[in-house]
């Protein structure tokens, strides 16, 4: 096979107005794996996201009941998150390039995974969200019908994304201090959000407070595994500043880890070892600011979006969404998609009042049940292996309960509100 290349525009759905998607319950969820969590890599093979996407491979193919021979197809995101490898001198092969080691190539899963069936690879690049999206399509279409679709994240030694060869100069001084450029975006997004609304950013702490306690329900994230202390409001109202008005428990933790998930036919599903958890609809956001700095009405406008291409796709109302996780690397946007949604009738400038309310996974209002990135660590998955689980019954102490009965449908989506990608789930196909 000729090297994997990026998923073609062709594959996402971007566009009002595109109906509901024409593979809609035709596609399937049927396997989760994850591997260990660390805060850090510790530079041995045994630990690098490759050796640990291979775990989480497994621990796939065993949740799903089937064997290697039984992929016909592989969707990764390209390579890791955080800092390359070089200059330093690599591992022998396959650990001889960054492939492997802070992140895994489909084609590397191929060779390295015993993967001898596979006649279709393709990369999402981005995020799992992204990879998500193109896996449905391709089962959708036909190119595949068993998919692993894999991402891992690395955490380097040293601080995240950051260099001592790394200074920042010109205008980034002002506008980008830590040469982290949404930073300054989502500050200025949510002190423009403060003004408009009359809020203030002490209304954000019952909100983050529950999304570590959902995160200490959630047995494969990082807090679970080695930080197992609750977050109080004293300790979030405390938090020192990054770049005010976020601070550091306003950004998710960089950890290691990697994990993997299983899409495949409706049809092959049912005779898989789990409930199969059917893909309702697939969205994708890539959308132009006018300036460096995203305006809040941008912002408003994008979450808009997102959530009329979803329902629209999904053939949902907002009032049949009955889990609700959306992406919260930043605390401080969290709330455009609740807003953008209405999800539980929340509309403009009424999330932080919102988050006042019961927002427990026990309550009536159970918001990001997975506890997102800010309960479990940096990775942009808990938000779709939660809303499997929810579906499946099999969330433990996180397991929403809807009328007396287990939610049905739920909706996940990262990354930023101008460029995200959303999977909607559900337990019918119908």
């Known amino acids: 096979m000729a090297p994997t290349q990026n998923a073609p ?11 509901v998607w024409e593979h809609r319950g035709k596609v399937a969820v049927a396997g989760i794996g994850h591997s260990p969590t660390a805060r850090r890599w510790d530079e041995t093979l045994e630990n690098s996201v490759g050796a640990w996407s291979l775990i989480a491979i497994q621990k796939c193919l065993e949740d799903a009941g089937i064997t290697v021979d039984d992929v016909d197809g592989v969707v990764t995101c390209p390579l890791g998150m955080g800092d390359v490898w070089a200059p330093r001198p690599y591992f022998a092969p396959p650990y001889d390039s960054e492939d492997g ?70 205008n980034g001084q002002w506008m980008d201090v830590w040469g982290w450029g949404l930073m300054p975006q989502i500050g200025f997004g949510f002190e423009s959000y403060c003004r408009k609304y009359g809020k203030n950013h002490d209304m954000m702490a019952p909100y983050v407070v529950n999304q570590h306690r959902n995160g200490l329900m959630f047995p494969e994230g990082f807090y679970y595994q080695h930080r197992p202390e609750p977050l109080t409001e004293e300790d979030y109202l405390a938090g020192r500043w990054l770049q005010k008005p976020l601070n550091i428990w306003d950004a998710d933790l960089p950890i290691q880890t990697a994990w993997a998930y299983l899409y495949t036919t409706a049809e092959r599903a049912k005779d898989m070892k789990q409930k199969p958890i059917y893909i309702l609809n697939h969205v994708t956001q890539r959308a132009t600011v006018r300036s460096y700095i995203e305006t809040l009405e941008e912002t ?35 709330q455009y998609y609740l807003e953008g949604m209405q999800w539980h009738g929340v509309k403009r400038g009424e999330a ?17 049940s997975s506890g997102g990135n800010a309960g479990n660590g940096r990775t942009r998955t808990w938000i779709y292996t939660d809303s499997i689980q929810q579906l499946q019954g099999r969330a433990g102490e996180r397991q929403v309960h809807i009328k007396n009965g287990r939610p049905e449908t739920a909706v996940a989506g990262a990354f930023t509100p101008n460029a995200s990608d959303w999977t909607v789930f559900g337990t019918s196909p119908d």
């Open 300 to 334: 408003e406008a994008f979450t808009d979006s997102i959530a009329k291409k979803v329902l629209e796709g999904s053939g949902l109302t907002a009032n049949e969404v009955d889990v609700y996780n959306p992406y919260d690397g930043y605390t401080l946007f969290s």
């Open 9 to 19: 525009a062709s594959v996402y759905r971007r566009d009002e107005g595109l109906g």
């Open 352 to 368: 932080l009042d919102f988050y006042a309310g019961d927002i427990t996974v026990e309550g009536p209002h159970p918001f990001s």
């Open 101 to 170: 080691l802070i992140g895994v190539t489909a084609d590397w899963v191929v060779k390295n995974a015993g993967l001898k069936n596979v006649n279709f690879t393709s990369h999402g690049p981005g995020c799992i969200s992204t990879a998500l999206c193109v896996a449905a399509q391709a089962v959708g279409d036909g190119e595949a019908h068993t998919i692993l679709v894999i991402r891992g994240t690395g955490n380097m030694p040293g601080r995240y994304h950051q260099n001592p060869a790394n200074t920042v100069s010109g």
